[in-house]
Antibody, heavy 120, light 110 residues
Framework: QVQLQESGPGLVKPSETLSLTCAVS??????????WGWIRQPPGKGLEWIGS???????DYSPSLKSRVTISIDTSKNHFSLKLSSVTAADTAVYYC????????????WGQGTLVTVSS | QSALTQPASVSGSPGQSITISCTGT?????????VSWYQEHPGKAPKLIIY???NRPSGVSNRFSGSKSGNTASLTISGLQADDEADYYC??????????FGGGTKLTVL
């Protein structure tokens, strides 16, 4: 089955750019069946949709984060990435990557999540 | 694009049934039969338990069921068990290849 694994720095300074990568295994990221997404969860709070990318490179972002988010994909490495610029303490969260079934928009496979703390 | 509205908490005794509501708008829940539900135990990644309003993935207990009426979707858990104690999140397609989550509901099994 599809496996996803997030990686990246666990600590980012305010005003800098958060960068994470999601490695996908046991499945081709070039599949036409899936979009690949990022979701975050601040400590003690609910899930928040960040955005998604298709194998073609087409992206869609949450309106509330759109100005600061970039999601990219590298099909040769079977991974996709998240960049969030100008971070503040409010961006401290567990960041998850997940697969979205393309026709019915459910997230069926999730990474384990990675905590990113924004602090100087 | 506002978060879907869920009750902050619900509770029930073992063996009982509980229902968690998820209220959206005509731009998301009301228009699309693309509501999914996730169970999240502390420290674990969310797990898909319902998709397309009523469908259960393979391996998910038939004690979990979903429904929808108008702008409100619902998750019902019957025959409550201790391991059902978790946070539950609804999620709906909201058009333009985006989704929106509910605020989450903490289920306590008494």
């Amino acid at each position: 089955q599809v496996q996803l694994q997030e990686s990246g720095p666990g600590l980012v300074k305010p005003s800098e750019t958060l960068s994470l990568t999601c490695a996908v295994s046991a499945y081709s990221i070039s599949s036409t069946y899936y979009y690949w997404g990022w979701i975050r969860q601040p400590p003690g709070k609910g899930l928040e949709w960040i955005g998604s990318i298709y194998h073609s490179g087409s992206t869609d972002y949450s309106p509330s984060l759109k100005s600061r988010v970039t999601i990219s994909i590298d099909t040769s490495k079977n991974h996709f990435s998240l960049k969030l610029s100008s971070v503040t303490a409010a961006d401290t969260a567990v960041y998850y990557c997940a697969s979205l079934y393309s026709t019915t928009w459910y997230l069926d496979y999730w990474g384990q999540g990675t905590l990113v703390t924004v602090s100087s | 694009q506002s978060a879907l509205t869920q009750p902050a908490s619900v509770s029930g005794s073992p063996g009982q049934s509980i229902t968690i509501s998820c209220t959206g708008t005509s731009s998301d829940v009301g228009t699309y039969n693309l509501v999914s539900w996730y169970q999240e135990h502390p420290g674990k990644a969310p797990k898909l338990i319902i998709y397309e309003v009523t469908n259960r993935p393979s391996g998910v207990s038939n004690r979990f069921s979903g429904s929808k009426s108008g702008n409100t979707a619902s998750l019902t858990i019957s025959g409550l068990q201790a391991d059902d104690e978790a946070d539950y999140y609804c999620c709906s397609y909201a058009g333009s290849r985006t989704v929106v989550f509910g605020g989450g509901t903490k289920l306590t099994v008494l």
